[in-house]
């Protein structure tokens, strides 16, 4: 298994902060590993990336609302994210942390499971990319749509490296809230000839796709500070203003190079929204509106 590099161990606060209950619509919590081993067979393995390390960087960047993603590392196994969602919310006011499953989970565990995470917080389910080592067959797929549907829960679709465009139609026919990771890695270099920007626009043209503004290191063919990525998030912002959120991805899963510092790209979002009121969308307004989180 190779060795991934971790995140900047130093962020840094933006400027200027972002709105009041501003969310990180995705983040991910790794370790310690004495208390969460990784599953057998697992795709990579991160240096630990706790929930109080993440804490600590939301306190930094100004950012009081999350999304805690279950990593593949852990599977249908989601005892880090119950840990992390006990202890970053309080037991008497409204949740500021929520959270999204692994969606072998949907396949794997009974019904009593399900409703165990979406008692604590998790509101979604994260169908990740073929060369993370999860997939299914079609009738699991079929299965795992209508335990979807029927904890109210939306879907979370992890684009492959190439892009997300042969991914989307099987995700077609669902009635409910889909949410396309890391802006479909479209390429920033292809503008609209790129068919998986093609499909994304298709699809927001439609009430139940969203879009996350995330890993603009990585979709970047130039490298920081990203130029290249903005026109790509500013089309998908004007496509739809309404369903767009930002997430960071701390800390950066299988990173072949250093990850970048969270206010740098806090500041890159505000470049993607120079408007104030549309990054209010973005930041508050929008994922509070996905998620569901509560006034």
């Known amino acids: 298994m ?4 971790p995140f900047d161990p130093n962020p840094r606060a933006p400027v200027p902060l972002p709105p009041a209950n501003s969310c990180d619509s995705q983040f991910h919590v790794f370790g310690p590993r004495d208390r969460f081993p990784v599953r057998p067979g697992a795709a990579y393995e991160m240096p630990t990336a706790t929930w109080e390390i993440a804490q ?8 009081t609302r999350g999304v805690i993603v279950q990593a593949t590392t852990y599977g249908a196994d989601h005892a880090v994210v119950l840990d992390a969602l006990k202890n970053l919310n309080s037991p008497t006011g409204p949740r500021t942390y929520l959270g999204c499953a692994n969606a072998a989970v949907l396949t794997e565990c009974d019904d009593a499971y399900l409703e165990k995470l979406h008692d604590a917080g998790v509101r979604g ?10 997939s299914m067959s079609a009738s699991e797929q079929d299965k795992a749509f209508s335990r979807v549907k029927e904890l109210g829960w939306y879907i979370k679709l992890q684009p492959e490296p190439d892009g997300i465009e042969s991914q989307l139609a099987a995700y077609d026919k669902l009635n409910v809230p889909i949410l396309l ?5 479209a390429d920033p270099t292809k503008g609209d000839a790129d068919p998986s920007l093609r499909a994304i626009l298709d699809r927001l043209t439609r009430g139940n796709y969203w879009v996350m503004l995330s890993l603009s290191e990585k979709i970047s063919r130039e490298g920081a500070p990203w130029n290249d990525v903005v026109p790509l998030a500013q089309r998908l ?11 960071s991805d701390w800390p950066h899963p299988v990173s072949v190079k250093q990850p970048p510092n969270e206010g740098d790209l806090l500041e890159l979002l505000y470049r993607f929204a120079p408007d104030a009121a549309m990054r209010h969308k973005i930041l508050v307004e929008n ?3 996905l998620f569901g989180f509560e006034a």
Do not use: E, K, Q, S
């Open 2 to 5: 190779p060795d991934y590099l």
């Open 287 to 289: 994922p509070a509106n």
């Open 125 to 134: 389910a994260r169908f990740t990319r073929a060369g993370l080592g999860i």
């Open 237 to 247: 912002v004007d496509a739809a203003p309404d369903r767009c959120v930002w997430g």
């Open 56 to 63: 600590r960087l939301h306190r930094t960047l100004g950012i």
């Open 181 to 185: 990771d890391h802006m479909g890695r």
